[in-house]
T-cell receptor, first 111, second 113 residues
């Protein structure tokens, strides 16, 4: 069973600042990593995926992966109030159907 | 309808009732999933179907019974539930089983009295 750990937060950042979210996982053979965003009362939606060590940028979002240290992070630059949500880290191994989720980090962007 | 739809959106049931949750995906995907989301806990995978065949039953109690008549529809039949089963039940789909790119429905908020 893959374990995925995240700080529950809440992480409060001022508008325009960088929000930094971290995620660690226990299964060393995990291959694929995902960040989902879940607004209050809504369902999760995929915002980023990363498969190789290093950084991957998509607009204001940057995912960072370090397989040796077994962590993946998400940076949100120029944070906006619309970024206020819970961010779920998800990890998938190489050969099974399961996507293991962390409990999520709640981010609040103060205007 | 687009994406993944779920009905009902809210359900209140007694411990002796029988009810069913319905999920439909309009994305042409081959895999469908049931997840349970409880407050402050990670999403728990319950069942996986690939081409309407069950490929995963994640040690779910038998009071939850899934049904997948085709690749577009997924049901979760509920009977003799317990109060601790109260949660948000999410359906998801993906192009193929094992994909990390999953599309979620809006969920059914279930309350067991």
């Amino acid at each position: 069973q893959k374990e995925v750990e995240q700080n529950s937060g809440p992480l409060s950042v001022p508008e325009g600042a960088i929000a930094s979210l971290n995620c660690t996982y226990s299964d060393r053979v995990s291959q694929s990593f995902f960040w989902y965003r879940q607004y209050s009362g809504k369902s999760p939606e995929l915002i980023m995926s990363i498969y190789s060590n290093g950084d991957k940028e998509d607009g204001r979002f940057t995912a960072q992966l370090n397989k040796a240290s077994q962590y993946v992070s998400l940076l949100i630059r120029d944070s906006q109030p619309s970024d206020s949500a819970t961010y779920l880290c998800a990890v998938k191994g190489g050969n099974d159907y399961k996507l293991s989720f962390g409990a999520g980090t709640t981010v609040t962007v103060r205007a | 309808e687009t994406g993944v739809t779920q009905t009902p959106r809210h359900l209140v049931m007694g411990m002796t009732n029988k009810k069913s949750l319905k999920c439909e995906q309009h994305l042409g995907h081959n895999a469908m999933y049931w997840y349970k989301q409880s407050a402050k806990k990670p999403l728990e995978l319950m069942f996986v179907y690939n081409f309407k065949e069950q490929t995963e039953n994640n040690s779910v109690p038998s009071r939850f019974s899934p049904e997948c008549p085709n690749s577009s529809h997924l049901f979760l039949h509920l009977h003799t539930l317990q109060p601790e089963d109260s949660a948000l039940y999410l359906c998801a789909s993906s192009q193929e089983s094992g994909s990390g790119t999953q599309y979620f429905g809006p969920g059914t908020r279930l309350t067991v009295l």
